[in-house]
C-alpha cells in the first residue's frame, strides 16, 4: 500500500489525494506539520533532502517526491494521461504553467495570507507584484478554457487536477474569481468528478 507524506492544507499534496482517490487507490496518510518544522526533521530528510511535501512512499521501490512527479507515476496507463502524444504534451504544458506561474503567485498568497495570515501592511510591495501575477494566470487558463469542457482534448486529465488545487481556493488569497466565468465553470465540473474530496479531508 503507498503511504503520502503531506499537509492537508497543501494544494501540491492535494493534486496527490485527488488521483489516489479518483483511481481508487489504497494508501495510508502520514501527516507532515510542516508549520512545526516536520518536514525538516532528519527522519523525513533521510526520505527527501529537499525537505518538502507531498511525498509518496511506494512499496519496494523507495521514496517519490515532487507533486507532478508524483501523479503522472500514480495515473500511468489510466484515462488522466491522454494516449495521444500532442494530447499528452499539451498535459505536460499546463502542468509545467501551474508549477511556474499559477502555483507561485496564488499559491503563495493564499499561503501568506490564509495560512501564515499576514497582514497587507505586512507583505506590502510583494502582496502587489504576487496578486498581480495571480491574476494573469487566471487570464491564461480563462482563455485556455474558452470554448472548452476540461482543458485537454475535451477529456478529464491530469491537467484538470493540476490546475484544479490552487484555483478552487484562489478566493483564501484573495482572488476575485466572478471576472472569470469559464474558469468557475470548469471548477464545477471538475467538483463533481468520481471521488472527488475537499482539500481538507484526508
Known amino acids: 500500500m503507498y503511504r503520502l507524506y ?13 488521483v489516489l482517490k479518483q483511481l481508487g487507490l489504497k494508501y495510508e496518510l502520514t501527516p507532515i506539520d510542516i508549520m512545526k518544522g516536520g518536514s525538516r526533521t532528519p ?24 507533486s507532478h512527479a508524483i501523479i503522472s507515476f ?27 506561474h499559477l502555483e507561485p503567485s496564488i499559491g503563495t498568497v493564499r499561503f501568506w495570507i490564509s495560512i501564515l495570515h499576514k497582514t497587507r501592511a505586512e507583505l506590502g510591495e510583494k502582496l502587489i507584484e504576487k496578486k498581480k501575477s495571480g491574476y494573469a494566470s487566471l487570464d491564461v487558463l480563462e482563455e485556455g478554457l474558452r470554448g472548452r469542457t476540461y482543458l485537454v482534448g475535451e ?27 469559464n474558469v468557475r465553470h470548469w471548477l464545477d465540473r471538475v467538483a463533481s468528478q468520481p471521488g472527488w474530496t475537499p482539500i481538507t479531508e484526508a
Open 43 to 66: 527522519e523525513f530528510l533521510a526520505m527527501n533532502p529537499n525537505g518538502r511535501i507531498p511525498l509518496l512512499e511506494v512499496p519496494e521501490r523507495g521514496y517519490l517526491p515532487e
Open 74 to 100: 500514480l495515473a500511468e496507463g489510466s484515462h488522466l494521461i491522454p494516449t495521444d502524444a500532442f494530447d499528452r504534451a499539451r498535459m505536460w504544458h499546463w502542468l509545467c504553467f501551474e508549477q511556474y
Open 6 to 18: 503531506d499537509y492537508l492544507p497543501s494544494g501540491n499534496g492535494y493534486k496527490a489525494r485527488l
Open 155 to 181: 477529456k478529464y486529465s491530469l491537467a484538470d487536477i493540476s490546475l484544479f488545487a490552487y484555483t478552487h481556493v484562489a478566493h483564501e488569497g484573495g482572488f476575485d474569481l466572478a471576472p472569470y466565468p
